[in-house]
């Protein structure tokens, strides 16, 4: 019977109300325990320190109350560990690496669109040791998306801590025309309980009054600067007016202009062909100031200054320099549903579909705007700039959790050290949160978020994806390794595998009921 009343508030709401069905309530995972003793862990903790173990690690409830370095004596002596007491949970850890859980500042539930569950979505964040999300955009509408934060706080299901940075404007008939209708808006999701807001692009008055707005209310604020606007308005203008972040890398470029004032568009574009929007993309970062000269040095100055923050989804583009590793990447076999399967091909319709004919001129451009694109991303660094990581996965065969997990290699790739690619997926998101005394790294008193591998990934960040690291074994015989063991998210432990085997029963499932092969 309850099945049935899901069963039809399911149907009611798919068909009548066209609201995404919500994630069911919470199986898996266990705890918080009174007490849970983590033994003999090698922790980074996401601030920046070096590996560091091995240590005994205690968990109260939902938090880190206690951290002991237990020195490199063989065995342990037992005076020197945490002592386990009676009714003390107790996970026997020695050589496994403990991390702060991950921050997405740039996820997606996806929607209709993709045709994924936010049950398939939240499963493949935890699985990849993903805590934290901040959700922009909040596609499935403002209610669907503060009914599953509030349940995540609640450890109602199995997801990431929401951060929803709401499109500006969502449940408006109309762009603003004025200021205090656009000052309302503000104020009404803040009093709902937005985190944040997420601008496309917008006349600069409004942008002006928004960001103000936004800042007197609290709430953070990211922003994708789409074309159309950044003529007007690009991240100078942004950072100058108070926006916290900014996502992807557009609009950055164009505040470097030294030769021209508009992006050199060839004669015959149309912004709304994707194949000519990321085509055109792919030849800007050439367009601009050169590494290293004075205008370069100059923007890059006054957004530290200005404690601006990138985001920089270097992942979500790579499909453009590499079209045949993406369609054909490991996990897409097990974890793609045929219905995301077919989102991703190419269309006139879908989002971000644009290999209308992709040749191999657009994957050169491509790789050498990334070139110079991840030379700025390590000179920003490098001055102390902040560089956070985000996935917007969902688009261009990009799956959740496993593009994040290539965001780390992406900005090792542009120079970054693997310490400081995890500071940049922990620490550092949680201060663009304004959360940094709350999550983001392992000390006591924080919460106990947490991420648990059996290898090292700060010595290769593929031990991470869902599908492991293909290597060769004893015996001359290749083999999987790896994977996230454990994700802990609010002192619950979430068996990682577990989770992604959900995740394969739920695509198995889709592809059984579609009757598609399954292709890939
Ligand atoms: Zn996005």
Redo the contacts with the bound molecule.
């Keep these: 019977m309850k099945n049935l009343i899901r069963l039809l508030i399911v149907f009611l709401s798919v068909n009548a109300f066209a609201v995404p069905e919500s994630i069911p309530d919470r199986v898996r995972g266990e705890g918080p325990f009174e007490r849970l003793i983590l033994r003999g862990v090698i922790i980074v903790n996401g601030e920046g320190a070096p590996p560091v173990g091995p240590m005994d690690v205690l968990i109260e409830g939902n938090r880190i109350s206690e951290i002991r370095n237990l020195g490199l004596y063989k065995p342990i002596p037992e005076a020197k560990r945490i002592p386990v007491q009676p009714g003390d949970r107790v996970m026997e850890l020695e050589g496994h690496y403990l991390l702060p859980g991950f921050i997405d500042l740039?996820a997606?539930f996806g929607g209709d669109d993709q045709g994924v569950s936010a049950e398939y979505v939240a499963k493949l964040w935890l699985g990849h040791g993903i805590t934290t999300i901040r959700e922009?955009?909040s596609f499935n509408g403002l209610d669907w998306i503060l009914a599953h934060k509030a349940r995540s706080e609640k450890n109602e299901i199995a997801a990431p801590r929401i951060f929803p940075y709401i499109g500006f404007g969502l449940g408006e008939t109309g762009p603003f025309l004025t200021e205090e209708e656009t000052r309302r808006w503000v104020r009404k999701i803040a009093k709902k309980g937005a985190s944040g807001i997420?601008f496309f692009g917008a006349p600069a008055n409004i942008m002006q009054a928004a960001l103000d707005e936004a800042g007197k209310q609290g709430l953070g604020s990211a922003m994708?600067h789409a074309q159309l606007d950044v003529v007007n308005w690009n991240v100078l203008d942004s950072a100058r007016a108070g926006l916290t972040s900014m996502?992807?890398w557009y609009g950055l470029p164009e505040s470097m202009f030294v030769d021209k004032v508009i992006q050199d568009y060839p004669l015959d574009y149309n912004y709304t062909n994707e194949q000519h929007r990321f085509g055109e993309a792919g030849r800007l970062w050439a367009q601009t100031a050169k590494p290293g000269s004075e205008k370069w040095n100059q923007v890059r100055d006054e957004l530290i200054s200005l404690d601006f923050t990138l985001n920089p989804?270097l992942t979500?583009y790579e499909a453009s320099h590499d079209l045949m590793r993406e369609m054909n990447a490991d996990w897409q076999k097990e974890y793609t549903p045929p219905a995301l399967w077919q989102f991703f091909q190419p269309s006139l319709i879908s989002h971000g579909s644009y290999w209308h004919d992709w040749t191999t001129a657009d994957e050169v451009a491509w790789k050498n705007n990334f070139r110079i694109w991840m030379q700025f991303l390590n000179d920003y660094k490098n001055h102390g700039g902040r560089v956070t990581l985000?996935s917007?996965a969902g688009?261009i065969w990009k799956l959740y959790g496993f593009g994040y997990i290539r965001e780390m290699e992406l900005l090792q790739e542009a120079g970054f050290h693997p310490l400081e690619v995890i500071r940049s997926a922990t620490y550092l998101g949680a201060e663009v949160l304004n959360m940094e005394d709350q999550i983001g790294s392992v000390r006591p008193g924080k919460l106990a978020d947490l991420v648990i591998t059996e290898e090292n990934p700060i010595a290769n960040f593929k031990v991470l994806y869902g599908t492991g690291h293909f290597k060769l074994g004893a015996d001359n015989k290749p083999e999987r390794v790896g994977g996230v063991k454990y994700t802990i998210k609010d002192g619950i432990v979430f068996n990682a595998k577990e989770l992604l085997a959900d995740v394969r029963k739920i695509v198995r499932e889709a592809k059984a009921e579609s009757g598609s092969s399954g292709e890939p």
Aim: proline share 8%.
């Design positions: 740039h997606h922009p955009g997420k994708h996502e992807h989804t979500i985000g917007d688009y």
